[in-house]
Nanobody
Framework: QVQLVESGGGLVQAGGSLRLSCAAS????????MGWFRQAPGKEREFVAG????????RYAESVKGRFTISRDNAKNTMTLQMNSLKPEDTGVYYC????????????????WGQGTQVTVSS
């Protein structure tokens, strides 16, 4: 069982930065691939970024490549998403999720989800 809690969302102007964090409970955090998803109003939830067990492999949606960076610290049971050069289209609720697999991409099966944190980018 893994419980996930996101933090760090907020309101920022276009071009600004935010850093999201995901805190996980449980002793087996390092055995879960971790991902970030987002859902904009009226749209389906979409994959943003994923990181493997050790953090050595990452995946990004094309729309955020070069602007977002995902990382994890297994010693602290945390995962972060550094978001730079934010755009209004990045607005949405951001969720962290845990997959019982090393690979964490858009097609992985995610077993645990956080409640989400709101990110709003104004133009």
């Amino acid at each position: 069982q893994v419980q996930l809690v996101e933090s760090g969302g907020g309101l920022v102007q276009a071009g600004g930065s935010l850093r999201l964090s995901c805190a996980a409970s449980g002793r087996t955090f390092s055995r879960y691939g971790m991902g970030w998803f987002r859902q904009a109003p009226g749209k389906e939830r979409e994959f943003v970024a994923g990181v493997s067990w050790t953090g050595g492999s990452t995946r990004y949606a094309e729309s955020v490549k070069g602007r977002f960076t995902i990382s994890r610290d297994n010693a602290k049971n945390t995962m972060t998403l550094q978001m730079n050069s934010l755009k209004p289209e990045d607005t949405g609720v951001y969720y962290c999720a845990a997959a019982r697999s090393n690979i964490a991409n858009a097609f992985s099966t995610y077993d645990y989800w956080g409640q989400g944190t709101q990110v709003t980018v104004s133009s």
